[in-house]
């Protein structure tokens, strides 16, 4: 199909270079070993009765230790004395089913084999109340029949909404273990008080389900865990506020102000809940500003999607171009069920499709306004996690060797 004329298909594409950004970079060299050392505080031990049958809730996100920060906790919750178990708790990720979930979970390499615990993904919720604007709030039935439920996550800024609370351990007892059903209806609240109706739902959890503690993580802007801390439920929502601060603190950025054309080679759930991080990339339908400066874009092309995502390719639609291959991989299903739920339709629409990288690149700069064709200004990253090296045009060489934290290779 001639999507471009002879000269616009034969332009010649300027050079790129790869660049190093640099970030600071705190890290533990053992997450597993210190989630082990929180696990064994004595206000959080005390909390792990012998003989009590303990739901860990864990998500579909795709934290860098998530295997091995399982392990530990079912390690440490076995030697307490405890009867633990996983369940999972990603809301309509998954399709919104116990099949989708349970395959997320494996592919994070999260079986019953593997863990040697029984894994629950049941669907099944029930209503602990409303808040005080109607929003009813579910809540996993499987965990609630337990005798403590213990949420592990990873906290970070949010895709969607701006709070003192965003992504973490208080979205995932109510979002996460609210499964399709509670995702669906919380998100029925408007993006200005969605973080006030988190909390109230949380507090209404907190009194009503057996919910002891939470596993709370922040990653660098590397994708390496730099700390891993148990939150006694009590103080659970004030600690959090704090580390939201600290995960903003570090996260990793995208150091070009203007770009013509932007290349993604990836999105998915495990990048982020939204496929890619709006708070990056600066685009998205429900954020009113951005928590950090983001660079001017004019064009994205999507390349792929991560194996781990299973075909969701909610993100998709702020791209411009997109490649057949992510055409070919998507699991229209899944991705319609988590638009569906979050109320954005806007981040599944498909964009125009290309036959190859170097076609979609091309019609992305055919319909750049305003783009300087002799001095484009192209940049390539692999995802908004990582970060570190990434490509750029030769238009960008000068600007880039005259940055603090950038290094032109």
């Not at 709030?137 to 439920?149: I, M, P």
Request: with cysteine.
């Amino acid at each position: 199909m001639p999507v471009l004329l002879e000269e616009e298909a034969r332009f010649p594409l300027p050079p790129m270079r790869r660049v190093r950004q640099t970030f600071p970079r705190p890290r533990l060299d053992d997450p597993a070993g210190a989630l082990t050392q929180e696990l064994a505080r004595p206000e959080i031990r005390a909390r792990i009765k012998p003989g009590a049958r303990v739901a860990l809730a864990v998500g579909s996100r795709g934290i860098r230790h998530l295997p091995e920060l399982v392990r530990a906790a079912l390690a440490g919750l076995k030697a307490a004395g405890a009867r633990p178990f996983v369940v999972s708790a990603m809301g309509s990720h998954g399709g919104g089913t116990a099949e989708g979930q349970r395959r997320l979970l494996a592919g994070y390499g999260l079986t019953e084999e593997t863990l040697g615990v029984e894994i629950v993904t049941s669907q099944e919720v029930v209503s602990l109340g409303r808040t005080s604007r109607g929003l009813e709030v579910f809540f996993d039935k499987a965990a609630l029949e337990s005798d403590l439920v213990v949420p592990l996550n990873r906290i970070k800024l949010h895709t969607d909404f701006v709070a003192d609370i965003q992504s973490g351990l208080c979205k995932m007892l109510v979002i996460g273990l609210g499964k399709h059903r509670g995702c669906t209806a919380i998100h029925e609240d408007g993006v200005a008080t969605f973080g006030q109706t988190l909390l109230e739902a949380v507090e209404i959890i907190r009194h009503k389900a057996p919910v002891g503690f939470g596993l709370g993580v922040v990653e660098n802007a590397y994708d390496e865990t730099f700390l891993v801390e148990a939150l006694p439920v009590e103080t659970l929502v004030a600690r959090e506020k704090e580390l939201v601060v600290l995960a903003k603190e570090n996260m990793p950025a995208l150091m070009i102000p203007e770009i013509d054309v932007l290349v993604v080679e990836q999105i998915g759930k495990n990048i982020s809940g939204a496929g890619f991080d709006p708070q990056i990339l600066g685009r998205s339908c429900l954020l009113p500003a951005f928590a950090r400066p983001v660079p001017a874009i004019n064009r994205m092309v999507l390349l792929d999607l991560t194996p781990e995502t299973h075909g969701n390719a909610i993100g998709l639609g702020y791209f411009d171009v997109t490649t057949r291959r992510v055409f070919d991989q998507l699991d229209l299903e899944s991705t319609y069920a988590n638009a569906v739920a979050v109320k954005c339709p806007e981040d599944v629409k498909i964009p125009l499709i290309a036959a190859s990288e170097d076609e979609a690149v091309r019609v992305a700069i055919q319909t750049a306004r305003g783009a300087d064709r002799s001095r484009l200004r192209i940049v390539k990253i692999k995802n908004t996690l990582d970060l570190e090296l990434i490509e750029v045009s030769e238009a960008l060489w000068d600007y880039v060797a005259g940055q603090p934290g950038m290094e032109l290779l």
